[in-house]
């Protein structure tokens, strides 16, 4: 509670509203995680939905977890799962996968929530740890868990029929955090 700047849902509404990049022909699409889930459990209080009305450019998908069809055929999830950091980068990324039932797999599979930076294929889903853009806490310092603050540019090539033919991640790391940019 100390590592926060803006207290309560009205304000980190207005915060990311204000703050949020806004660039001519760019749409954010979004989804909320376990912090969100503060005010949703507190007050049944969805802050993805008022975020979204305000911000034409911002577009929410709900909570935890969205499907996005890149093309009819193919599918990219986004989660923010409920989990924890694991002992090794890949672990909690290939837990995930692993779970996926064999006939409803994505091609493309992002993951937030653990703030850190890894790509894996495996079961022909291609397959990321988003990283962020918050600097490490006072608390993640003292549970000895980095940031990997910076984000992915990816190029997915698709074939005829609309399946992933090519995938080119590029980590784009920010070495010099902002200082308690948290």
């Not at 703050?19 to 889930?37: A, L, M, Q, S, W």
């Not at 450019?57 to 093309?71: E, R």
């Not at 990324?93 to 409803?104: C, N, R, T, Y």
Request: neutral net charge.
């Amino acid at each position: 509670v100390y590592e926060i700047f803006k207290h309560g849902a009205d304000q980190q509404v207005d915060y990311i509203i204000e703050k949020y990049p806004k660039r001519k022909n760019i749409i954010t699409h979004f989804i909320t995680g376990n912090h969100d889930h503060t005010h949703l459990k507190n007050a049944g209080y969805d802050i993805g939905r008022p975020i979204s009305r305000e911000r034409d450019d911002l577009i929410y998908l709900g909570i935890n977890n969205a499907s996005i069809f890149l093309t009819p055929n193919c599918r990219m999830d986004i989660a923010h799962p409920l989990d924890g950091a694991a002992y090794a980068l890949s672990y909690s990324l290939q837990k995930s996968i692993e779970a996926m039932p064999v006939d409803d797999l994505p091609q493309i599979f992002v993951v937030g929530h653990h703030h850190k930076s890894i790509y894996l294929y495996t079961r022909g889903i291609h397959a990321l740890e988003a990283g962020t853009f918050q600097a490490q806490t006072p608390w993640m310092k003292g549970k000895r868990l980095a940031a990997h603050v910076g984000g992915w540019i990816v190029t997915v090539h698709v074939n005829g029929e609309g399946m992933v033919s090519r995938f080119i991640p590029e980590w784009v790391p920010f070495p010099k955090s902002i200082k308690e940019d948290y």
